[in-house]
């Protein structure tokens, strides 16, 4: 299993944050803090790194540009590695280097290992690199078609009266799983 790490992002002059440096682990990272603290910027900073979506007005105010910057570790012969080196990208002891500006007029940069890329190149990098869970994560549980697929352990097939609802017997018992019907 190749497993990659990111280990440390820069911050400068995104919203809230002049600058900061966040130094993370391997593993799950929560991000807490009270109401103001900016944890949203640093959520916000690691999606600009991964190709997110660049506003002007993230750029805090009186600044010129926002940067964001990040190390992460990869293996030399990981996907991640292999498409940033495509790329024209270097590895730094182990460690692709992106790096994203976002100018106070709106245009946006992205670096990978020293080269300028086009930013949906941290789009691609990004699927194999992070994954990042929000608040409002289980709010996808609302729609059927994913019920189906928790409830059964298996894919939901399309809604076509397949689903055959099933009742709780008398007695107090809770309902059997779902049967799904040819």
């Known amino acids: 299993m190749v497993l990659h790490v990111l280990e440390e992002m820069r911050i400068r002059a995104l919203g809230v944050i002049d600058d900061a440096v966040v ?36 750029v805090r105010i009186g600044a010129k540009a926002a ?34 500006t976002l100018s106070a007029e709106g245009r946006s940069r992205a670096h990978v290992g020293g080269r ?14 992070v994954a990042v869970h929000g608040q409002t ?8 078609a994913r019920q189906r697929r928790h409830s059964t352990g298996t894919r939901a097939p399309p809604s076509s009266g397949r689903w055959r609802s099933t009742r709780a017997p ?12 040819s």
């Open 23 to 58: 130094e993370l682990s391997p593993g799950f990272t929560a991000v807490t803090g009270e109401t103001g603290a900016g944890k949203t910027m640093v959520v916000t900073s690691l999606g600009l790194l991964l190709g997110g979506r660049a506003d002007a007005a993230l």
């Open 67 to 100: 940067v964001v910057e990040g190390r992460i570790t990869v293996d030399a012969r990981s996907a991640v590695a292999v498409r940033a080196e495509e790329a024209g990208a270097e590895l730094d002891d182990g460690a692709l280097l992106i790096s994203r």
């Open 116 to 129: 300028s890329v086009p930013v949906g190149l941290l789009g691609e990098l990004a699927d194999d690199l």
């Open 137 to 144: 994560d289980q709010q996808g549980l609302m729609r059927p």
């Open 170 to 181: 008398t007695g107090g018992c809770a309902p059997s799983p779902p049967n799904w019907t």
